[in-house]
Structures are given as C-alpha cells and as structure tokens.
T-cell receptor
Framework: GAVVSQHPSWVICKSGTSVKIECRSL??????MFWYRQFPKQSLMLMAT?????????EQGVEKDKFLINHASLTLSTLTVTSAHPEDSSFYIC??????????FGPGTRLTVL | QKEVEQDPGPLSVPEGAIVSLNCTYS??????FMWYRQYSRKGPELLMY????GNKEDGRFTAQVDKSSKYISLFIRDSQPSDSATYLC????????????FGQGTRLTINP
C-alpha cells in the first residue's frame, strides 16, 4: 500500500518550454501533496504544499508563477515548470500525505533543460 | 543553526556490521520522527516512523528518539550491501502539521 507514482521519470526539454509533471497516489486518497526539489547530494527542499481543491501554498523564495501546481483530485497533483531554463534542471519529487504526519514519496522526475 | 543536523558522511562499513545513524534537532515542537532511505536517483522510501520518545524495532532496523536530548538514531543490524543508500531523517510538529523538516542525509556504503 501507499504507492505514489510520478510521470515522467525523466524529461529533457529546450529552454523556454513548459514541462508538466504528474504525481498520483495509486492506492489511497491524498488531500495533501507536496512538491520537493533535490540537487545532487543534497537533501529535499520543500517547494510547495498542494491541497485538493484549493490553491497551493508556496515556500519562501519559490516563484508561484513559474512553478504552477494543480491538485484537481484526491489522487492527482501536477507541477508545471513554465518557461524552463537550465537552472531549473533538478530532481523533482512529490509526496502524498498518508495519515498523521507521514509522507509517501514518488520515485522522482529528473528534469534537464538544455 | 539548521533545525535538523545530520552528518552527511560518507559512512563506509563492512557487511554484517551494526550501523548507527543520528540526527539532532533544535525545535522542541517536533513530535513525529521518520527515517527515509533513498537509493540513487530514486524517491525516498519510508523506513521507520516514531511518535514522541522511545524505541521502535522493525526487523533489522531500530529507531530511537530521545526528546530530552533532541536526538534521534537509526540502527541497522547485520548490515547488507543492499542497505547502501542515503538515509534521511525527517521530523514534524503537532499532528496535522504539513511540513517535514529533513536532515541533510547520510550516505552509507556497506562493503561485501
């Protein structure tokens, strides 16, 4: 149980294009999902908290117009990186809250912007 | 000072050894403590979840929480090469809190 999937697992795009990443909770409903960013050999940095049916809450320093988050259902949240640039290249990981304060993580999406 | 401090390692031990991984924290409001294992280029996998102080055992893994010292540990017994990964501690405050605060992660290698 408590499986979270992400799609795609990796993506390469040209600078200036937009990329959408999907996060799904496969066997449970998640009213809250989280989006993290992870640089090589570093820990996870929380970008935003996504609540089903409402606007996402962004962490300080994260541009909400650049990283668009939509949580349209209890099992799906999407992160769209708009007008991507090379500095946006990173490993993006989502998680879904599963009871109390545990979070179950997806396998991550590696984004490379050329 | 970071809210959660974790020695990044790397830590290298022989197969079969007992491994001790630790985190310290400064926020006394933390009550929920977790250990995650992350293999290279993969998402973190929840290993252990503990509420408040005490010990919890699951197979070869034991998690300890000492809130008075603001110190948590993860012990791995009979370590295996497949345990080689980065181990992240994480914690959060009262139930219902949204955010997990992560340690930096410790890179562990178990040598056959």
């Amino acid at each position: 149980g408590a499986v979270v999937s992400q799609h795609p697992s990796w993506v390469i795009c040209k600078s200036g294009t937009s990329v959408k990443i999907e996060c799904r909770s496969l066997d449970f409903q998640a009213t809250t999902m989280f989006w993290y960013r992870q640089f090589p050999k570093q820990s996870l940095m929380l970008m935003a908290t996504s609540n089903e049916g409402s606007k996402a809450t962004y962490e300080q320093g994260v541009e909400k117009d650049k990283f668009l988050i939509n949580h349209a259902s209890l099992t799906l949240s999407t992160l769209t990186v708009t007008s991507a640039h090379p500095e946006d290249s990173s490993f993006y990981i989502c998680s879904a809250r599963g009871g109390a304060d545990t979070q179950y993580f997806g396998p991550g999406t590696r984004l490379t912007v050329l | 000072q970071k809210e959660v401090e974790q020695d990044p390692g790397p830590l290298s031990v022989p197969e079969g050894a007992i491994v001790s991984l630790n985190c310290t924290y400064s926020n006394s409001a933390f009550q929920y403590f977790m250990w995650y294992r992350q293999y290279s280029r993969k998402g973190p996998e929840l290993l252990m979840y503990t509420y408040s102080s005490g010990n919890k055992e699951d197979g070869r893994f034991t998690a300890q929480v000492d809130k008075s010292s603001k110190y948590i540990s993860l012990f791995i017994r009979d370590s295996q090469p497949s345990d080689s990964a980065t181990y992240l501690c994480a914690m959060s405050g009262v139930q219902g809190a949204q955010k997990l605060v992560f340690g930096q992660g410790t890179r562990l290698t178990i040598n056959p």
